[in-house]
Structures are given as structure tokens and as C-alpha cells.
């Protein structure tokens, strides 16, 4: 049978003449896929902790989101130790940030390979190039997601923790097999080529690959003149990864090291005093009107009975203080001393000492943060609080005045802000 396109490539660069770079070959390609796969998984696990984390299952946590078969959980997040959820995501965001000079360089190597000729060859090799568009298709998109999620720009029509959850199914499933297919070539070109060897070269010394003992399509056929050595090519790269890695800890870690935070989307300077730790939605910005939080405010609480509570009567039940941190799903976090009423005793007030979930409603409507469902373990822990009060100062009306959750170990994006009722079942 006859191919529907010629046996001879078109011009430019489906010709293997076209790409005349001496660094690219199965060495450099190689050494960049051992560090993506040294640190891309990590990503990939925590990514999919957060979930656990965020637990879309309890109640409002789903957020109109679908639970389909590819929602898995494995155990109940718990709430000890209270970073648990911070170092998650930061490591999640900050290493998710690192790989992306990588990503580039490895794409690089490899972009040859997206002009082959002819375009399939087989069955068995249409079916490699299928899986390189998931692979590569799902890395853009999860990446491209991930980095407007963090600057808080929602420029997409669709609900990013859906889409960036599914899309990173696609994603770990093309990426799984690609190491299955290509992790022994790695292995025999970083041994055939003697290791990290190639690294002790200058811009000098610096010559296409050996096609033998091993050949391959990378190395080229009519290379140019080297402009750089590989050394310095893996060491740009790895000094990009390196200022990104040093910014997204000053972000995750915040306290002194928040200055190193130069890309942090909401600055790095949020004012001074008690409340001078970092916002992530202002009050103004809600549309609640500044009435519903003045002298008529009550906390709703409901439980086999209801009560509804004034500010005063709160501030005299027992006070518990804690430091403990706001960990965002985009990364940041800020651990600060909360002082308020212990969540358990507020469902012992309505009789619901024994509740296996509570459910907490924000004056705010009609956004994704105006509810969160907290586990029985959640809701029971004795650090588990209604804060009133913060750094030894009343909150702050950005910071959830009245009244907030403060929850150790939950997502920043659970710590409701301006409570107006909390709801417990049994
Ligand atoms: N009602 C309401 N609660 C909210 C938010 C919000 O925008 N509205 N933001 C959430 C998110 S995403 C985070 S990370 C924390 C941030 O708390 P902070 O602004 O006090 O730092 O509050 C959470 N609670
Ligand atoms: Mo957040």
C-alpha cells in the first residue's frame, strides 16, 4: 500500500538538515529526563494529595465538582502535624515551578522529533507519537493552569481544580509510559557516554555525540559550530530552576525568608502590626455589605438545637490560642497565633457533642469560598478553632472579621473568613 505522503520530507524542518545544534543527541536529552524524573513525580504526588487534602467528598467541598471513578483516596487527611498541608503544597507548587526551565530544555533537545518523517511509520510508532501528544499536551496544559492558578488569574472558562485534577490523570498515565518505554535508553546512553563525563567539556571541547557505539536520530547530520557548551547549557538551566526554587521557598516558608518571594503575586508587603500577614481576598473585594458585620452580627450555630451567638457572648466562653498556619493551594503559606472558641464546644452547645461533620457558611455569597465541610477529625481537634482574634489583637475585617475557622493542617481556602453560620450533623 502506498503512503498518502511522499517518501522525500518537505523543506525546512522535517529535514534532519535543518537542526544543526551540536549539543542536542541522547547525552543531553537523557541527562534532563533523569532530572525530570527525579522531581516531576514528587509534583505529580503531591498534586494529588491536595486532593485528599481538600477532600471533595464532605459536603460543600466538591464545589459543584463531579466525583468520578478517577477521585481516589486513599486515607482521611489528618490534622497533626498542623504544616502538613503547607510543606504539601509548597513542595507541589515550588518544584512544579523549578521543573519548568527543565521542561523547556528537554522539549529543546527533543523538538527534532516532533518533525518526523514519515509523520507514522507503524502501528507501534503512531501509537509512541500518540502518547507523546498526551504526554507533552498534558504537561502544557497542567503547567500553563498551575502558573495562572498561582498568579490568580482565572483567564480560562472552565473550573481549574477540575480541569488541572483530570488533566493531570492524563498527564501521570502518558508519563508513566513514557518512562516504562524510554528509562533503559536513558540508562544505556548516560552509560555508553560515560556518565556525567561530557560535563568536564568546555564550549572548546564541545562536539556532536558519537554515533557509535550507540546512534540516534539527535545527533546531527550537519551540525553548526558549537556557540555554547553543554555544561553551560545544563548550568543556565539549573541556575533558573535554582531562582525559582529559592523564590517559591520564601513564599512557602514566609516569616524572615519572604523577601526571597520576588515573584509573589500579592507582594511581598501586607502591611504592619498584629494583622500584617499576607490577605488573599480583601473584605471590600466581597460585596458584603460592611452593615452585616457591625453590632447586629450573630454567629448561627446549629446542631440538634440552634443558637445564635453575639461576638461578646463568644469572647466570654473559654479562649484557646495557637499558632498555627494558612496554607494556600497556590503555594504561600503564614503561620500565625490565633486566639478563639474551640469548635467542639460550640457543637457540645447545640448537642452535637457527637458530630461527624460540620459545614461553614460566609456573609460572602455565591463564591467558592463562601462554604467548607470539615471531618470529624477536623471539627474535634482542640486546635480546631473559631478565631476572634489574632497575634493578640482583634482580626482584622481582611483577615475574616468577625469571626473565622482556623483548622490545623486543612487548606488555606477551607479557613472560612467572615462566618455567619456553622452547621453540624450528626
Ligand atoms: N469568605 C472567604 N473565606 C476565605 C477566602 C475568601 O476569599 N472568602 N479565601 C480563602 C483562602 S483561598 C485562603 S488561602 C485564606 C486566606 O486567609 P487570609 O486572607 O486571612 O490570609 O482564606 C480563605 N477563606
Ligand atoms: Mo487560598
Not at 505529580?44 to 464532605?58: E, F, H, Q
Not at 525568608?257 to 480583601?282: E, K, S, V, Y
Not at 482556623?406 to 453560620?421: E, M, Q, R
Request: with cysteine; glycine share 10%.
Amino acid at each position: 500500500m502506498k503512503a498518502p505522503w511522499p517518501a522525500d520530507p518537505p523543506r525546512g524542518p522535517f529535514r534532519r538538515t535543518f537542526w544543526r545544534s551540536p549539543l542536542r543527541g541522547p547525552w543531553l536529552t537523557s541527562v534532563l529526563g533523569l532530572l525530570l524524573l527525579l522531581t516531576v513525580p514528587i509534583v505529580a504526588i503531591t498534586g494529588l494529595l491536595s486532593n485528599v487534602a481538600y477532600d471533595p467528598r464532605l459536603g460543600a467541598n466538591a464545589v459543584g465538582r463531579h466525583l468520578g471513578p478517577l477521585d481516589f483516596y486513599l486515607f482521611s487527611w489528618p490534622t497533626s502535624p498542623s504544616w502538613l498541608y503547607a510543606l504539601n503544597q509548597g513542595l507541589h507548587v515550588t518544584l512544579g515551578l523549578a521543573t519548568i526551565p527543565i521542561l523547556l530544555a528537554k522539549l529543546w533537545s527533543v523538538i527534532p522529533r516532533l518533525f518526523e518523517w514519515p509523520p507514522f511509520q507503524s502501528p507501534a510508532h503512531a501509537l509512541e507519537r500518540l502518547s507523546l501528544i498526551l504526554l507533552v499536551g498534558g504537561a502544557g496544559f497542567e503547567w500553563v493552569t498551575g502558573v495562572l492558578n498561582i498568579q490568580d488569574d482565572y483567564a480560562f472558562g472552565f473550573f481549574f481544580t477540575d480541569a488541572h485534577y483530570y488533566g493531570a490523570w492524563v498527564f501521570i498515565a502518558a508519563l508513566s509510559f513514557h518512562v516504562c518505554v524510554k528509562f533503559p535508553t536513558v540508562w544505556r546512553n548516560l552509560a555508553t557516554r560515560r556518565a556525567l563525563r561530557p560535563l568536564l567539556e568546555g564550549v572548546d571541547a564541545t562536539a556532536p555525540e558519537p554515533r557509535s557505539p550507540v546512534d540516534s536520530d539527535l545527533i546531527p547530520v550537519t551540525p553548526a559550530a558549537p556557540t555554547i557548551s553543554r555544561r553551560a547549557l545544563l548550568g543556565t538551566v539549573m541556575a533558573g530552576s535554582g531562582l525559582l526554587l529559592v523564590q517559591g521557598v520564601g513564599q512557602s516558608v514566609g516569616g524572615p525568608l519572604r523577601d526571597l518571594a520576588f515573584l509573589a503575586p500579592r507582594g511581598r508587603a501586607p502591611g504592619r502590626g498584629p494583622n500584617g500577614f499576607q490577605i488573599n481576598q480583601t473584605f471590600a473585594n466581597t460585596g458584603i455589605d460592611p452593615s452585616q458585620v457591625g453590632r447586629g452580627w450573630r454567629l448561627h450555630v446549629r446542631g440538634r438545637t440552634s443558637l445564635a451567638l453575639t461576638r461578646e457572648r463568644l469572647l466570654s466562653m473559654p479562649q484557646h490560642t495557637y499558632d498555627l498556619p494558612i496554607a494556600c493551594v497556590e503555594g504561600w503559606s503564614t503561620t500565625q497565633r490565633w486566639t478563639g472558641v474551640r469548635l467542639r464546644d460550640l457543637a457540645r452547645m447545640v448537642g452535637s457533642a457527637d458530630a461527624s461533620e460540620l459545614t461553614s457558611n460566609s456573609l460572602e455569597q455565591g463564591s467558592s469560598y463562601s462554604q467548607a465541610t470539615y471531618s470529624e477529625d477536623q471539627l474535634n481537634d482542640g486546635r480546631a478553632l473559631l478565631a476572634l482574634r489574632v497575634n493578640g489583637a482583634e482580626l482584622s475585617l481582611d483577615h475574616g472579621y468577625p469571626a473565622r475557622v482556623i483548622i490545623p493542617a486543612v487548606p488555606g481556602v477551607h479557613n472560612t473568613k467572615w462566618v455567619d453560620s456553622l452547621v453540624f450533623r450528626t
